[in-house]
C-alpha cells in the first residue's frame, strides 16, 4: 500500500482523472492519504481524515513510507487557524496556506510555521466563532477554503477545526447525530438540513442564537431559520426547506 501527503496550499480532487472532470472536493497542505490507483499523470486516492475517493494530479504531492504516514495520523492534530498565513519551505521560500490546513507534517517537509494552531476537542461554544471566520467566502463547489467553499465543506471544516469529524457530503452528514423535533430545542452548533422536492438532502448550515443559521449559499452568509427554512430577508423569501435538525455534539 502507497501513502501521500499534500505538499501544496489547495490541490483540487476530482470525480475522474482528467483536468476536465468536476472538482468534487480539495486536499489541503499537510493532508494525508491512501493511493489506490495510479495512471500516468492522475492519482486515485482516499482521504483519511473523511473517507473521501476521487483523482488528483500526479505532480501535486509527495509520496510518504507507511511508518511516516502512521506518525502523521497520530493524535493529536493540529491544524492552521489563521484564514491565510505562511509556512517557509527548506528553500526559504514562502507558500500561502489557508485555514485548517495540517501542520503534523512541517517535520516531514522541512517546512517551518509560526502562524496561529489549534488542536483537540474544543467547546461546543466555539463552533459559532469558527464559522463566523468563514463568512462571506464565496461558494464553490467541492471547495474547502476561505477562497471558496460548499455548503457541506463549511460545516466538515468549522467541525474539524474544533476536533470533530464529519463527513464530506451533506446527505452523508445529515446520518450523523441525533436528531431534534423542534428548532426551539437545538442550540448554537447543532447542524440543520434541507432537502429538495425528491426528498434528497442538498443543503446543511449551523444554528446560530435567536433563530438565525450561518451556511454557504451564493457565499457563507447569515439568514433567519424557521420551521418551513431558511427566510433570506433580502429577497424575502424561503430558499431551502428544512428536513431535520441533528445535534452532533
Not at 505562511?86 to 485555514?99: R, S, T, V
Not at 471566520?133 to 471558496?148: K, M
Not at 442538498?202 to 424557521?226: L, P, Q, T
Request: charged share 25%; net charge negative; with cysteine.
Amino acid at each position: 500500500m502507497k501513502y501521500g501527503i499534500c505538499n501544496l496550499s489547495i490541490v483540487p480532487v476530482r470525480s475522474e482523472a482528467s483536468d476536465k472532470s468536476e472538482q468534487t472536493s480539495q486536499l489541503l497542505y499537510g493532508e494525508t492519504f491512501i493511493i489506490l490507483k495510479e495512471k500516468i499523470k492522475w492519482t486515485k486516492i482516499k482521504l483519511c481524515f473523511d473517507n473521501y475517493i476521487g483523482w488528483i494530479n500526479s505532480k501535486q504531492f509527495e509520496i510518504i513510507n507507511e511508518q511516516q504516514f502512521k506518525l502523521l495520523e497520530k493524535d493529536p492534530q493540529i491544524y492552521s487557524y489563521d484564514l491565510v498565513e505562511f509556512i517557509e519551505n527548506a528553500n526559504h521560500e514562502l507558500i500561502a496556506i489557508p485555514i485548517g490546513s495540517k501542520l503534523t507534517g512541517l517535520n516531514v517537509f522541512n517546512h517551518n510555521y509560526d502562524g496561529s494552531e489549534i488542536s483537540g476537542i474544543q467547546e461546543k461554544s466555539k463552533i459559532i466563532s469558527t464559522a463566523l471566520r468563514f463568512l462571506n467566502s464565496p461558494y464553490l463547489w467541492g471547495g474547502r477554503t476561505p477562497f471558496g467553499i460548499d455548503c457541506s465543506g463549511f460545516t466538515q471544516m468549522v467541525y474539524k477545526l474544533n476536533g470533530h469529524k464529519l463527513e464530506r457530503d451533506s446527505h452523508l452528514q445529515a446520518k450523523q447525530g441525533s436528531p431534534l423535533s423542534f428548532i426551539e430545542e437545538s442550540e448554537p452548533g447543532d447542524l440543520a438540513f434541507f432537502d429538495n422536492e425528491e426528498g434528497k438532502i442538498i443543503h446543511v448550515g449551523i444554528i446560530m442564537d435567536d433563530n438565525h443559521i450561518i451556511h454557504a449559499s451564493g457565499k457563507v452568509r447569515i439568514d433567519r431559520i424557521d420551521q418551513t427554512g431558511i427566510y433570506n430577508s433580502e429577497t424575502k423569501s424561503h430558499t431551502h426547506k428544512l428536513r431535520v435538525i441533528k445535534k452532533i455534539i
